[in-house]
Nanobody, 122 residues
Framework: VQLVESGGGLVQAGDSLRLSCAAS????????MGWFRQAPGKEREFLAA????????HYADSVKGRFTCSRDNAKNTVYLQMDSLKPEDTAVYYC????????????????WGQGTQVTVSS
């Protein structure tokens, strides 16, 4: 499975961004998809996970209410809508996929994108 993220950039605090992750190489609807981020010097952090149908979405407490994860199986794409961004959201954002129901655990994901940088200035 190949995963390619896009949509990162430099924004100001309070702005919004939508990240996309396009998948190829597997039946997309069979994949649970997750979003993670990694800031310099920190561990990779779980943000959101969505099951294959899109009917179940789970969020980390740190982003619940600000971030929305969704998917379009017809387009083989998963999204992360990020609102009310804060400087502490600055990180490299990764999408990941696995042939499971869903997981918050990074080690349960087999496929990873290359990451996209999000920088939020104060």
């Amino acid at each position: 499975v190949q995963l390619v993220e896009s949509g990162g950039g430099l924004v100001q605090a309070g702005d919004s961004l939508r990240l996309s992750c396009a998948a190829s190489g597997r039946t997309f609807s069979n994949l649970a998809m997750g979003w993670f981020r990694q800031a310099p010097g920190k561990e990779r952090e779980f943000l959101a996970a969505i099951n294959g149908s899109g009917g179940n979405v789970h969020y980390a407490d740190s982003v619940k209410g600000r971030f929305t994860c969704s998917r379009d199986n017809a387009k083989n794409t998963v999204y992360l809508q990020m609102d009310s961004l804060k400087p502490e959201d600055t990180a490299v954002y990764y999408c990941a996929g696995a042939e499971i129901d869903y997981s918050r655990v990074r080690y349960e994901y087999d496929y990873w994108g290359q990451g996209t940088q999000v920088t939020v200035s104060s």
